[in-house]
């Protein structure tokens, strides 16, 4: 008799925890979302067993997004969009419902869908226009820009699920992972988009001329990972998530985002507690399949609506 009261438990206790980071991060709206995404009949650019629905659906995208981030806020023109443009620092969760949604629209959804996604998303970026201090203009459409928040969101999620993810990639199936990505940041207007993970590591090595860590740029990895507005409750297990990203980050990034640099704790215990944060999210998911790939495309909160 007490297994099934046990089990009973343990399944309720998945249920709220499940349901709470599912509405922390898909937003009011969540619901209505997840069900169009999920539930709409019709042709899909991806199956359920293709690499960027396996990686997607994974709760190491929690840490694949926070890197990135992290590693976009060093192109300084991208910060200076981001900082003039984003709610991030009035409204992190709107931003990041709104950007869960185009992240689980472009790879769950319909085509019809997706394409209506990719659309909107690029109406935003044409919009979105400044002046950078040296008087330089810039636009969220700058294929060159777009490109830079493709790599760097890309590399990310990538190398957090090769870290965390319940069943890394093959090298084949991760260089298909990086041609499947590359259809919505196409769409979006971004050009010499890499199609491999080679063509991946190039891309971000080119872009390295152009990164410093900018007072933007550390204004917003301080705000990311001491300042989130969450309850204290629960943030140690959002510091666990932090530091785990922190730890996937290049050492050359370290000292301009003014990140710690501790080789063998990341090594260790870091990477130890991360592993045991994503299986838990991965466990309370599991309730709900379309539930889990929405809440965990949310990590691509850096980039699809960075103007919003």
């Given at each position: 008799m007490a297994l099934p009261l046990i089990d009973r438990t343990l399944d309720g206790a998945r249920?709220?925890?499940?349901?709470?980071?599912?509405?922390?991060?898909?937003?009011?709206?969540?619901?209505?979302?997840?069900?169009?995404?999920?539930?709409?009949?019709?042709?899909?650019?991806?199956?359920?067993?293709?690499?960027?629905?396996?990686?997607?659906?994974?709760?190491?995208?929690?840490?694949?997004?926070?890197?990135?981030?992290?590693?976009?806020?060093?192109?300084?023109?991208?910060?200076?969009a981001v900082s003039e443009h984003s709610g991030y620092r009035g409204d992190m969760w709107g931003r990041l419902n709104r950007t869960a949604t185009?992240?689980?629209?472009?790879?769950?959804?319909?085509?019809?869908?997706?394409?209506?996604?990719?659309?909107?998303?690029?109406?935003?970026?044409?919009?979105?226009?400044?002046?950078?201090?040296?008087?330089?203009?810039?636009?969220?459409?700058?294929?060159?820009?777009?490109?830079?928040?493709?790599?760097?969101?890309?590399?990310s999620f990538l190398l957090a699920h090769q870290t965390y993810g319940a069943h890394p990639l093959s090298a084949d199936d991760a260089d298909l992972y990086v041609h499947q990505a590359a259809h919505t940041a196409e769409a979006l207007g971004a050009t010499d988009v890499p199609h491999t993970v080679a063509e991946l590591a190039a891309a971000l090595a080119?872009?390295?001329?152009?990164?410093?860590?900018?007072?933007?740029?550390?204004?917003?990895?301080?705000?990311?990972?001491?300042k989130p507005p969450l309850p204290l409750a629960a943030r140690p297990?959002?510091?666990?998530?932090?530091?785990?990203?922190?730890?996937?980050?290049?050492?050359?990034?370290?000292?301009?985002?003014?990140?710690?640099?501790?080789?063998?704790?990341e090594r260790t215990a870091v990477r130890v507690l991360g592993g045991l944060s994503t299986s838990t999210i991965r466990w309370a998911m599991s309730v709900d399949r379309g539930a889990a790939d929405q809440l965990r495309a949310s990590a691509a909160a850096p980039g699809a609506d960075a103007a919003d």
């Open positions: 249920a709220q925890l499940g349901e709470a980071l599912f509405s922390r991060v898909a937003g009011p709206d969540g619901a209505r979302m997840r069900d169009r995404i999920h539930g709409t009949p019709g042709p899909r650019r991806f199956s359920a067993d293709d690499p960027i629905a396996r990686v997607h659906g994974d709760a190491s995208m929690f840490i694949g997004g926070m890197r990135a981030l992290m590693l976009q806020a060093l192109h300084p023109v991208a910060m200076t185009f992240l689980a629209a472009t790879t769950f959804a319909t085509d019809e869908h997706a394409d209506q996604a990719v659309a909107a998303v690029r109406r935003i970026h044409e919009r979105i226009t400044g002046t950078m201090p040296d008087g330089t203009p810039y636009t969220a459409a700058d294929p060159h820009l777009l490109r830079w928040v493709h790599v760097a969101e890309i590399d080119s872009y390295r001329p152009e990164l410093r860590g900018t007072d933007h740029a550390r204004e917003a990895v301080r705000y990311l990972l001491w297990p959002y510091g666990v998530l932090g530091a785990a990203a922190v730890g996937l980050m290049p050492a050359w990034t370290r000292l301009p985002l003014r990140l710690p640099w501790l080789p063998v704790t």
